[in-house]
């Protein structure tokens, strides 16, 4: 795995958020990393657990959206556990080909282990890789999805430069991230619930409350639908739209390469 | 978000349970496997596309590629595709349009046709065998009796509005009527057209 250095003294010292800390930028990867590792063996669960199943149903809106047909090569960037990345093995058939990509070892190996045993072979490779250095030639993928995993990449703008290159022309991208709710109220439960209850659930189940709490704090400092609308525009993709989920605690952006 | 993906997620659920589960329905989802199918109806604005895999079925309402088989037809037809015999006779009424490969559609009935729908099945690995049979018999009983019991009080509701009450018609009086309305219809017809012969003349 290529990790980015930074390249002078002076960058070393540039800063970026870890949830509501401000860290060094190349300290960033490392604890989320840390977050990740704790939280492997009990990503799935927890999953359904904090959203109540209905992660399942953003995930699928995104596969709807993501207009795959078969024999097309589609890159899961931060695919985690794998969810997406098991149907879009069966949608892209024999043809295709779906790159499961991730920084993190240990969900690579939690998603490569759960995917084989459900029989998703043949079409699928596992790549650990850098979000922000895609190791992939120019013009490679059909379409990018990466789904719950931006908000942990250190330096946003130059992900997205690095999907886009990878991407070929008229190939998309979709962002599946949270975001801001679109109603006040909503808001307000929202916080409640994820800087209250979430934390607690984390520490009953997964026996570690920080790395829940880091997951709300990131979801609050990841930028807002619009915000982010304009950085995937400014790295180059054209005609892009979002679509607000569950009020807007979760958005799907969609934006192309031409 | 729209209710598509629910809907989706649902019938891929359904049809997982029912078609991808039992051993014996292997050769039969064989013949099927890295088929599309597609079904539109009239009732929903997304088809729904049947995407069939060595492993599952996934169900998606946008598929932007090429389908082997797309089947337009209503939502209260689609029980009907359970029985293979009926597909001819479906499409000749006009209730089922085929376009592209008709081996799919026919294939997907077989299978629906083979599976059975048992729901002690799906409680046996719960509650053990004979407790699951014995509430699936139980459920199904309860359910005969809950149909006779609304049959019967529909009956009672009509007696006592068309015999007791008085406030609407029996179906024999009903039927009375409207013959009366056909006999004074034809009679209507027999008088205008004399009096169109008396005016010729």
Not at chain 1, 50 to 60: P, T
Not at chain 1, 104 to 122: A, H, T
Not at chain 1, 212 to 222: D, K, Q, V
């Amino acid at each position: 795995m290529e990790q980015v250095k930074p390249m002078a003294d002076e960058s070393q010292q540039e800063t970026t958020h870890f949830g509501f800390q401000t860290v060094a930028k190349s300290e960033k990867a490392d604890k989320v990393a840390d977050v990740f590792h704790s939280v492997a063996a009990k990503y799935d669960l927890m999953n359904d657990l904090m959203s109540f199943g209905i992660h399942r149903i953003w995930k699928r809106f995104t596969i709807d959206s993501s207009g795959v047909r078969r024999g097309q090569r589609v890159l899961d960037l931060a695919g985690g556990t794998g969810d997406l990345t098991a149907k879009f093995s069966r949608l892209v058939g024999d043809t295709g080909q779906v790159v499961l990509a991730d920084i993190n070892s240990s969900m690579l190996k939690m998603g490569r282990d759960k995917l084989r045993n459900l029989g998703v072979v043949g079409n699928v490779s596992y790549v650990q890789a850098n979000a922000e250095a895609l190791p992939f030639p120019d013009n490679y993928f059909d379409c990018i999805t990466i789904s719950f995993g931006l908000r942990n990449v250190t330096d946003k703008e130059k992900a997205l430069a690095s999907m886009f290159r990878v991407l070929k022309p008229g190939g998309r991208l979709l962002v599946l991230e949270f975001s801001k709710p679109v109603l006040d109220p909503l808001s307000k439960a929202y916080d409640a619930y994820s800087f209250h209850i979430l934390p607690r659930v984390g520490q009953l189940v997964a026996q570690d409350a920080e790395s829940y709490r880091y997951l709300a704090e990131s979801i609050r400092m990841h930028p807002d639908q619009e915000t982010l609308k304009a950085m995937m525009n400014d790295a180059g993709f054209e005609n892009t739209t979002y679509y607000n989920m569950t009020g807007g605690i979760v958005a799907l952006h969609r934006g192309f390469k031409f | 978000m729209r209710l598509t993906p629910l809907i989706t997620a649902g019938l891929e659920t359904a049809l997982n349970r029912m078609l991808y589960r039992d051993r014996s329905l292997k050769a039969a989802r064989q013949r099927l496997v890295g088929q599309v199918l597609t079904l539109r109806l009239e009732e929903l604005s997304h088809p729904l596309v049947l995407v069939f895999s060595e492993q599952q079925l996934d169900v998606l309402s946008d598929w932007q590629d090429s389908s082997d088989c797309t089947v337009i037809t209503q939502l209260k037809t689609l029980p009907k595709l359970r029985d293979r015999q009926q597909l001819t006779s479906l499409i000749r009424s006009g209730e089922l349009q085929v376009e592209g490969d008709l081996q799919v559609v026919q294939r997907f009935s077989a299978l629906i046709d083979l599976a059975e729908l048992d729901p002690a099945e799906y409680l046996a690995p719960w509650i053990g065998d004979i407790a699951a049979q014995g509430v699936s018999q139980a459920a199904q009983r309860a359910l005969r009796l809950l149909r006779g019991e609304v049959a019967r009080r529909q009956d009672y509701l009509g007696q006592t509005l068309t015999e007791e009450w008085r406030v609407a018609p029996g179906a024999l009086e009903l039927a009375w009527f409207s013959e009366e309305v056909d006999a004074m219809e034809r009679s209507l017809d027999a008088l205008t057209a004399r009096l169109a012969q008396l005016e010729a003349k």
